[in-house]
């Protein structure tokens, strides 16, 4: 069935590293690919989305690509804050709506000054 | 705006007891969800209701119950706790479609 691969964590940056989490998926037809943030205390939040192949999703610096040859949707920021300290997920939607995301099982992230 | 709300925000029970998380949106959205978060696995979906008066099952439905008493509000149901339901639980709602989802800040339950 449909899955969605990250990266373990926690990734441990100091401030203004580059930050990358890796994202790979699993599914039939063409499903729109999600990053959620989830910081200390909150429920997620949309951080970016891409509907098809070779969009890029941006916000807040962060950016990723929907790269359907290799299943992947990498979750990039070129310097990080130690306010970006949070737990990211991936997560997929088949069509038919939001009964259908699945999430993986999420990064975390701190940032040290 | 308060967008969605959920109560309570912690919430401890002894095995066999029973109890009703709330969730509340005011976006007017049709779409509201019930998703659990267990370290490890990401959220899985326990119910959802697309619309007033619809339910159906998400990919975690045992042990639970769902009522969607209006276009605001979806609660979930444990009739009897057992200590494989200690996780934290989320609500969210939606416009439909894959229009932004919107979560609330979630309950932290434990099951003794």
């Known amino acids: 069935g449909d899955s969605v691969t990250q990266m373990e964590g926690p990734v441990t940056l100091s401030e203004e590293a580059f930050l990358t989490i890796n994202c790979t998926y699993t599914?039939?037809?063409?499903?729109?690919l999600f990053w959620y943030v989830q910081y200390p205390g909150e429920g997620l939040q949309l951080l970016l989305k891409a509907t098809k192949a070779d969009d890029k999703g941006s916000n807040k610096g962060f950016e990723a690509t929907y790269r359907k040859e290799t299943t992947s949707f990498h979750l990039e920021k070129g310097s990080v804050q130690v306010s970006d300290s949070a737990v990211y997920f991936c997560a997929l939607a088949r069509s038919g709506g939001y009964n259908k995301l699945i999430f993986g099982a999420g990064t975390r992230l701190a940032v040290h000054p | 705006n308060a967008g969605v709300t959920q109560t309570p925000k912690f919430q401890v029970l002894k095995t066999g007891q029973s109890m009703t998380l709330q969730c509340a949106q005011d976006m007017n959205h049709n779409s509201m969800y019930w998703y659990r978060q267990d370290p490890g696995m990401g959220l899985r979906l326990i119910y959802y209701?697309?619309?007033?008066?619809?339910?159906d099952k998400g990919e975690v439905p045992n042990g639970y119950n769902v009522s969607r008493l209006n276009k605001r509000e979806f609660s979930l149901r444990l009739e009897s706790a057992a200590p494989s339901q200690t996780s934290v639980y989320f609500c969210?709602?939606?416009?439909?479609?894959?229009?932004?989802?919107?979560f609330g800040s979630g309950t932290q339950l434990s099951v003794l």
């Open positions: 209701s697309a619309s007033e008066g619809t339910t």
């Open positions: 599914a039939t037809g063409y499903p729109s």
């Open positions: 969210a709602s939606s416009g439909g479609g894959l229009e932004k989802l919107f």
